[in-house]
T-cell receptor
Framework: DTAVSQTPKYLVTQMGNDKSIKCEQNLGHDTMYWYKQDSKKFLKIMFS???????INETVPNRFSPKSPDKAHLNLHINSLELGDSAVYFC????????????FGPGTRLTVT | AQTVTQSQPEMSVQEAETVTLSCTYD???????LFWYKQPPSRQMILVIRQEAYKQQNATENRFSVNFQKAAKSFSLKISDSQLGDTAMYFCAFISHGGSQGNLIFGKGTKLSVKP
């Protein structure tokens, strides 16, 4: 069984479109995260949710909106996509927030044309 | 603010030999955790090893071990008996025990190539 899964794995879309990436974890973890990995492989946290409540919101444009229907799911919705949004987006989860190791999904490569 | 620095963008090693990847970090906190993650060409992020700052003993996981020097804020990863499957990007990461919940801070990575 896959611990942290993301769909889709690849997403190609045009500027201005709205798209969503879904994430699910079956580890029973309380906290989920979204990270962005840029073209230089640099990973940076975007959002964190603990029991369906947002606990981190780094300086991310408000075109990005995370939604957590329950503690096993954390989706990322992106409005009005821009070329600079092209990146790999990783979902992760941990037992709870703080210093617990995070388990990552396979990533979603988003390409905006 | 905490920072993580990996000074070696790329490294290579011959199969079966040993290689050490460097990582330094900056923090004013006393309680924190450090991790090494591996990202092979498949893109999957895989946890290699973790170290709690309060533990003096260096963590080991099979062929992977760390040299944790708390005073020097250094956390290097040693890979023994390198295998072709070790070819990957390696990321050093820091997380505070307190402070921002779950704010895992990554270095910029070291691309390791294992040559046959």
């Amino acid at each position: 069984d896959t611990a942290v899964s993301q769909t889709p794995k690849y997403l190609v879309t045009q500027m201005g479109n709205d798209k969503s990436i879904k994430c699910e974890q079956n580890l029973g973890h309380d906290t989920m995260y979204w990270y962005k990995q840029d073209s230089k492989k640099f990973l940076k946290i975007m959002f964190s949710y603990n029991n369906k409540e947002l606990i981190i919101n780094e300086t991310v444009p408000n075109r990005f909106s995370p939604k957590s229907p329950d503690k096993a799911h954390l989706n990322l919705h992106i409005n009005s996509l821009e070329l600079g949004d092209s990146a790999v987006y990783f979902c992760a989860s941990s037992q709870r927030g703080g210093a617990y190791e995070q388990y990552f999904g396979p990533g979603t490569r988003l390409t905006v044309t | 603010a905490q920072t993580v620095t990996q000074s070696q963008p790329e490294m290579s090693v011959q199969e079966a030999e040993t290689v050490t990847l460097s990582c330094t970090y900056d923090t004013s906190e006393n309680n924190y955790y450090l991790f090494w993650y591996k990202q092979p060409p498949s893109r999957q992020m895989i946890l290699v090893i973790r170290q709690e700052a309060y533990k003096q003993q260096n963590a080991t996981e099979n062929r992977f071990s760390v040299n944790f020097q708390k005073a020097a804020k250094s956390f290097s990863l040693k890979i023994s008996d390198s295998q072709l499957g070790d070819t990957a990007m390696y990321f050093c990461a820091f997380i505070s025990h307190g402070g921002s919940q779950g704010n895992l801070i990554f270095g910029k990575g070291t691309k390791l190539s294992v040559k046959p």
